[in-house]
């Protein structure tokens, strides 16, 4: 954090000393949780239910599925209390809770899951944000109330089991020893498959997706490639994961699923970084959210937010709203904090604050595309330290895993195509206030991506510290201020290009770049309205440019 800090000194020297930094900052008007729902809290009663009375052996090789799930349903039956996993190596099949059990994983014990797929069974739940057969999650409860995970003990989903891998991903030695292991090879020796209904799986379009007509049998033959998430919860009220290390989840690892009142606190997850589909936390379509004092170390996005996938998220309809994350630490991860793809269903009143990125590909990922539909809107961000960021510091995408339309090319004017008609299929981002953001070191510090025919809208940028090889990008972007933006650029790049886009509001800006490198590059005939105040950018470098049919008419220096 002094790095950080000593960062947002250098950027500019002394005048930036007088700018707020991260954790001093006063929140804006329009920047508070406090009228949010209380998360409310499960409680249970003090009977406990050893595992180990209803027959559980710690020696690592009995399958403890039967005296666990026994212990569980005793608990519950008596009117809920403790289930305790004591200290030891308890080998088990999936475990379902039910209400008002906790169960609590002493600190040293290890509840792992079997690699032996024919204990997981086929079931019908959702994935990805539509309704799916997959093999059935290692822990899970559906319908429940009053019911939490808790303790210092460490949950392991034996996901190197499930999942297949890449040579390239592996270490000679790694590949060597997956390979003695089992399973079997591609042909041209580049893939591993844990076996043949994972290979199978794998060249199968659309793999596991419920179909009409289809029952569980008709999976049978890529039952293997049909990961589970390591914990799903499914419409729940008063949910608690407290403590807990949960690790190496076949795929994402916690999924709370139109859930009513979770809390996220002091858990650490960690998946390697070579875990396809490894994500941290999804939260999808649920209700009075807080997430706090946690740290993610995963093969995918490490919080996410989603509702849904296309037409079904949108027939859900459920938005996940009233969401709290806060003092929380991301290593490895797609992205730090993340809002979709999957958010057809809606996101709103979202609140992030006091958190830290390190080392991920993206720090604030905020991604969608045509078809999604789903507004995601009322999100405010706060105080965030970022280091190492491999790609975009703060990154909005209309058009994820879909291409985008080619960038103009240089002086040659381009009349904007018809655009398409605005459906409920058509998503949207707006309303968006992020504000004390220091990073150091990223490809590129902001990037917005919006349709031409709805554009990344209404977002406000309030005191960024940015150290980059790129400094921003904006492309169909609408009403956007970005005020306080204090820029170093490492790379030849203009500071910041603009691309059809306009309502733009620049104050504040202070940029230490590379000489000779433009300010502003403007392209695109729908390129209007951006307005600069108070930019300092070194003596003598050109001001802007103006490319493909953009008129030197829509930069405007007000100071």
Known sequence: MRQLLALRMALTGAALALLPVPGAAQAPAAYSWASLPPVRQPGFRADTFNISTFGARPD????NTASINQAIAACSSQGGGVVLVPGGLWLTGPIELKSNVNLHLARAAVLEFTADFDQYPLVLGSYEGLPAYRNQSPLSGTNLENVAITGRGIVDGNGDAWRMVGRDRLTENEWKKKVAAGGLVSDDGRMWYPSEKTRLGS????????????TASDYAAIKDYLRPNLLVFNNCRKVLLEGVTFQNSPAWCLHPLLCQDLTVRNVLVRNPDYAQNGDGIDVESCRNVLIEGSTFDVGDDGI???????????KRGVPTENVIVRRNVVYHAHGGFVIGSEMSGGARNIFVEDCSFMGSDNGLRFKT???RGGIVENIFVRNIAMKDIVHDAILFDMYYFTKPPAKLADGQPAAPDPLP???EATPQFRNFTISHITCDGAERGVFMRGLPEMNVRQIKLDDLVLRTTKGVELVEAQDIQLTNLQLQ??????????????GLRFEGLTAVAPAGQPLFSVSGPRAADIRVGRAEAGAGRPQAE???GASPKSLKYTN
Not at 304 to 314: L, M, N, Q, T, V
Not at 489 to 502: D, F, M, R
């Open 60 to 63: 690592g090789r009995t399958l």
């Open 203 to 214: 060249k199968t379009p659309n793999a596991g997706n419920l179909a009409p007509g289809k």
């Open 304 to 314: 996410c937010i989603k509702s849904g996938k296309d037409a079904e998220g949108r």
């Open 369 to 371: 595309a045509r078809g």
């Open 421 to 423: 008609a605005v459906t």
């Open 489 to 502: 650029t490492l790379g030849t790049a203009p500071v910041v290009a603009v691309e059809n886009s306009h």
């Open 546 to 548: 103006f490319k493909a």
